[in-house]
């Protein structure tokens, strides 16, 4: 009988494997439907934002029209520029129903206007479930990185401590060689795993982003073979080395604890003693300040803002809306304030990341994490580039906008219609990181299958 | 007979610690579960001091900068508002609970009751999988035991050691007590510690903390003892008890907490302030001069004068009436965040009845109370700065009712006034303030229960075994 048929047959006449099969099918499964029906519900409370926007542009447009036309009186508020807003969204990138990474705490649909950037605009919207925040998602990511390892773990313990344990192993030592026989066996029950994997993960890549979404999976893959490699070469390893499949699975649970746990937090512990990243706190005191001062010395910046740019029209009469003007003034203020503040803390936060990134090079399941959340883009460098645009966007708003609102007019349909719309940064590929980790990982698994000790196993009985 | 039944206890017990000193895996997870225990309640500490010190800080900071304040209309320097900083929860350096997925600070400013902003989970990196005191008890705790007494019985059935005792006379339940005594006592390495520390944090909490970790370790003690006395072999119930421990630490959890967010999701941001805005453009807002309400009011403060105009008012109207929106406005705020805290409500308890795959969403529940850092305080918390925020409102409207009549907008007040609002101060309640979770320890107690009938099982079947 050919030898992998042979394999399969034994796997599935294994009833503790086949527990764990449909377990572990099972798992993925609600994994799959919980990451769509997420990215689902982000869609449509983005789809009811734009629509939302979209009806406040046309309600204004219309009022704007009207005044154009003549069959509406003139009114100051109508197309006054610091009351138009313009809506900000990240799309959320299909590959989030693999791993919602940071989409669920991330503001993700912002509106900037002459007052408010994108930070200030997500004022209000820390409502998501504490609950769900603070345990995390059960996504195909979470299903891969944390429990794909013990699936296997679970299939592949007692290789080949129960053939000893049965004395068996002689047996088999005879007819053919351990090192062959046992990689078949890792690889029919790895594949077990992973064909399921890469079909239920595929298929929600496809229902969430069609087939464009499958060279983005691919990517999303790839890292995960590798770490099924290492934990079969770890198994492999231990179960060659150990006396019993029980002292196997024992120190198997404990390697699993250690990389899954330990070494993230011993990792994560290091990089905030030495590169401390600043507080949510830090910057409040700064800002609060600036905006008190600003507050105070309103007439006097708004004075000082008009003398150094004759360049403008200024208006400075006192009509009803002349408070607007000043405190236009008075945002710039503190937003220059705030900038050396802001630069310091990016900059730490930079020093912080940086450092952690390489770190994360030692800890193979953080690295996976952050692959895994690069590829579905949602991961923090994502979410910045998205900020970043959104800064962008709102200091074109901006040199669009503070012309007309400094001299006091009002904005008609054809200038409304000529104001900037934000586009979204492209996700970045995240090709190389994806294929150097699944290069490192299968090379690591190479080693620790090259260390265990087949032939000394076959030798001894 | 006692003696002898006591002896036998003993004997059993000094037995099992024989063969845990000769079992170098057990050592060595013991040492590294202990160690990382302080560790990671070290780090607790560090944090939660960080915190303190900071919230303070910023505390003292916001009151300098708000009497620092010179001369404003009160309604401008109403919007510029205060904050009110979440002190540290008593004991959330064993447990921070979701502290970090709720915010440090509310802006009690004009017009809005906002949420606590500044969550620090906004700004971590992903973390594979949970890591304070309390969450590595949680897993920790039940590994060590499930290593520990995985073979205690099922190896010793292996072995033929129970045979052995059986035709010596030994009784069941003796060698059960002094097994489960074993296991107790290695629990008790950890709980101690525990119970100790948070005992001296604060006292009452620390006090339920340690009954109810304790009422953990036990379920995790006969669950372990149950399972290897159903076992036929050491090997069998090692990878039973490690796929039952896999399911009620690292599984259970997660999927019960987003299963409850399934089946009772949370209203989005987006419908949660369009439903305020809603509430509120159906009344008076303080700014709108065509508003109806706004009419009405204007006419009964008219009344109450006995005058016929606004001009003719010896007070501003328009404090009154920015005061009238504020109170409107609450009643939005109350009816909408009243229905943000039942679906806080409804999903606890859809994890408590998905609890039957795990007892940890109950022990988080009243790990978290005792801690101090469950929803339920973040929310007295935020109440309680909420109250402040109104009594603020009504403080700086009422001087602009009384005294903004004749220069109208223009209208400035002094450091004096703002010296004299109502200063923040917060003081986190003690546990019998709050509501305790009787319904997460009911269920922890029927774990207890269940477990503890099927270890019966195990005894009479055992005592069937060793009956002649």
Sequence with gaps: MNHWIFELRLLARDRGARLVLIGWIALLSYAGYGGWNAVQVLRVDQARFVEAAAHERSAERERMAAVEAGSAPADAYVGFPSILRSPVLLPVPALAALDLGLLDRANLTLRVSLFNGPQQSAKGRELQSPLLLSTGRFDLGFVAIVLLPLALLALLFAQPGDDRGDGRLPLLAAQTPLSALYLRRHVVRMLALLLSLAAISAATALAAGGVAALTGWLLWIAPMLGWAMLWSGACALLGSRTSSSATALAWLVTLWVALLWLLPAALDTLASRLAPSPTALSLLGAERAAAQEGQRRRDELFDVYVSDHPELSVETAQDALAWTRRYYVQQRFIAEAMAPPRAAAESRQAAHRQLRGQLLWLSPAQALTAASERTAGVDLASVSRFMTAADAHKQAWDDALFRPLLAGRTLGTAELDRLPRFVAPPTVAAASTALMLFVQLSMLALLLWLAARWRVLAARN | ?468
């Design chain 2, 1 to 468: 007979m006692r003696t002898s039944f006591a002896l036998q206890v003993a004997q059993e017990a000094a037995h099992t610690l024989r063969l845990w000193c000769r079992d170098g895996r057990l050592l060595a997870l013991l040492v590294l579960v202990c160690a990382w225990f302080a560790a990671a309640g070290l780090i607790g500490v560090d944090a939660a001091r960080s915190w303190q010190s900071e919230a303070e800080q910023a505390a003292e900071l916001d009151h300098a900068t708000w009497i620092g304040q010179g001369a404003g209309n009160p309604h401008s320097v109403a919007h510029f508002g205060q904050y009110a900083f979440k002190p540290a929860a008593p004991l959330q350096w064993l447990d921070p609970g979701v502290t970090d997925a709720l915010g440090i600070g509310v802006w009690m400013e004009a017009h809005y009751q906002n949420p606590a902003t500044l969550r620090p989970i906004e700004s971590q990196d992903g973390e594979v999988l949970p890591r304070s005191a309390a969450a590595l008890l949680q897993w920790g705790l039940p590994l060590l035991l499930v290593v520990a007494g995985a073979s205690l019985w099922a190896g010793e059935r292996e072995s033929g050691r129970l045979r052995l005792q059986w035709v010596q006379g030994a009784r069941p339940a003796g060698l059960l007590l002094g097994k489960a005594m074993m296991l107790l006592g290695l629990a008790a390495l950890l709980w101690l510690p525990l119970a100790l520390a948070a005992w001296i944090f604060d006292a009452s909490r620390g006090a339920w903390l340690a009954l109810v970790y304790g009422l953990y370790a036990c379920i995790w003690v006969l669950t372990t003892l149950a399972v290897s006395m159903f076992s036929q072999s050491s090997r069998g119930a090692l990878a039973g008890l490690l796929g039952l421990w896999l399911l009620a630490t690292v599984i259970a959890p997660r999927l019960v907490a987003n299963a409850a967010d399934q089946i009772a999701p949370l209203a989005s941001p987006e419908a949660f302030w369009a439903s305020i805005r809603t509430g509120q453009a159906s009344g008076i807002d303080g700014h709108s001069s065509a508003d109806v309400r706004r009419a009405e009011l204007l006419q009964r403060t008219l009344t109450e004068y006995g005058v016929k105009r606004e001009e003719d008012l010896p007070i501003s109207f328009a404090g009154i009436a920015m005061q009238a929106g504020e109170e409107h406005a609450n009643t939005v705020y109350d009816v909408n965040y009243g229905q943000l805290w039942q679906q806080l409500e409804n999903q606890d308890r859809w994890r408590l009845r998905l609890a039957v795959l795990s007892p940890l969403p109950a022990l988080d529940q009243l790990s978290q109370w005792a801690a101090g850092s469950d929803w339920r305080h973040h929310r007295h918390f935020a109440d309680a700065a909420e109250l402040h925020r109104r009594e603020l409102q009504r403080f700086l409207n009422g001087d602009l009712t009384r005294h903004g009549k004749e220069h109208g907008s223009a209208y400035q007040a002094g450091p004096e006034l703002w010296a004299a609002a109502p200063r923040w101060s917060y003081q986190t309640p003690v546990a019998n303030e709050m509501a305790f979770p009787s319904a997460a320890l009911a269920v922890l107690t029927a774990w207890l229960a269940v477990v503890g009938a099927v270890l019966i099982a195990g005894l009479r079947r055992a005592q069937r075994e060793a009956s002649p």
